[in-house]
């Protein structure tokens, strides 16, 4: 099984606050993504990572920023949380076997509600 | 956009086989093929992989053909628990640092009926 966590499962939280999602991982994969997801509905790329100090934008602009200080660390902040983020955040990391075969390992998700 | 097209639902019934097919017509020598499996309020869990022909395990079998733009998963004598969303995956080579990213597209909505 994989060892990734996220932080909080859940979290409910007014308009204008700023929020942290964690994303731990312990298998010390060099790549991270977060990705957005409504009820219903598929998943969104928003950010990931290839390596500490090194992050990219996914296909899905999104309002978040996202830090890798460290390999097992990838946390993704909102500095403004308002109603249309309210959404599903799931973070992945991947074991890079070779180009273009990756196993993608996710967390639970971070359910996030705005009031 | 995801660089996968798979059809948005299928229904069966308990007990028999479901065969689901993914085309991806612009995939990469590089690239690999992998499945992912998706419950309601969980994130996605890896079902299978492959390059090229069929590959099986312990719960699906994965075929491509040698033209490798398409492939099938199949699920031999799907169960109520089989409901789920089922993605196909290729990977994309970010446009500035060249490295592979992975974007999912719909996905197929399996529904099991008893």
């Known amino acids: 099984e994989a060892d990734i966590y996220q932080t909080p499962r859940y979290l409910v939280i007014g308009t204008g606050k700023k929020i942290t999602l964690e994303c731990s991982q312990t298998m010390g994969h060099d790549k991270m993504y977060w990705y957005q997801q409504d009820p219903g509905m598929e998943l969104h790329l928003i950010h990931y990572s290839y390596g500490v100090n090194s992050t990219e934008k996914g296909d899905l602009s999104s309002e978040s920023t996202v830090s890798r200080i460290r390999t097992e660390h990838f946390p993704l902040t909102l500095e403004s949380a308002r109603p249309s983020h309210t959404s599903q955040y799931l973070c992945a990391s991947s074991e890079l076997r070779d180009a273009g075969n990756e196993k993608l390992f996710f967390g639970s998700g971070t359910q996030l509600s705005v009031l | 956009l995801a660089k996968t097209t798979q059809p948005i639902s299928m229904d069966s019934y308990e007990g028999q086989e479901v065969n689901i097919t993914c085309s991806h017509n612009n995939i990469a020598t590089n690239d690999y093929i992998t499945w992912y499996q998706q419950f309601p309020s969980q994130g996605p869990r890896f079902i299978i992989q492959g390059y090229k022909t069929k590959v099986t395990n312990e719960v699906a079998s994965l075929f491509i053909p040698a033209d490798r733009k398409s492939s099938t998963l199949s699920l031999p004598r799907v169960s109520l628990s089989d409901t789920a969303v089922y993605y196909c995956?290729?990977?994309?080579?970010?446009?500035?640092?060249?490295?592979?990213?992975?974007?999912f597209g719909t996905g197929t909505r399996l529904k099991v009926l008893a």
């Open positions: 995956l290729v990977g994309d080579i970010g446009a500035t640092s060249g490295t592979y990213k992975y974007i």
